[in-house]
């Protein structure tokens, strides 16, 4: 099992800036993905970014705006958000995926960070 804290939401004023974090533990081998997602209200969950074999992948939206990082020494994973918008308004979730086979994978989530930029 693996088990996702998040950490670093809040409320922000547009143009503003803040910086997610997702410490992973349990048993973190053969991580094949690890990113974040966002959901607002009324809308499907998205794509925020993510880190696949040190490739970085970000949703046109954000491009530009948007940093992925992470630490492997600390198993944690930062969402870099600057000159942030109304419409990044979301519950924001970290995503591990774990590989347990040739093509299966588990998929693992966070409990969820709200973000809330006001205009």
């Known amino acids: 099992q693996v088990q996702l804290v998040e950490s670093g939401g809040g409320l922000v004023q547009a143009g503003g800036s803040l910086r997610l974090s997702c410490a992973a533990s349990?048993?973190?081998?053969?991580?094949?993905?690890m990113g974040w997602y966002r959901q607002a209200p009324d809308k499907q969950r998205e794509l925020v970014a993510d880190?696949?074999?040190?490739?970085?992948n970000y949703a046109d939206s954000v491009k530009g705006r948007f940093t992925i990082s992470r630490d492997n020494a600390k198993n944690t994973v930062y969402l870099q958000m600057n000159s942030l918008k109304p419409e990044d308004t979301a519950v924001y979730y970290c995503?591990?995926?774990?590989?347990?086979?040739?093509?299966?994978?588990?998929?693992?989530w966070g409990q969820g960070t709200q973000v809330t930029v006001s205009s």
């Open positions: 349990g048993r973190l081998f053969n991580i094949k993905s």
């Open positions: 995503n591990f995926q774990i590989g347990t086979g040739a093509r299966t994978r588990n998929y693992y």
């Open positions: 880190i696949t074999d040190g490739s970085t």
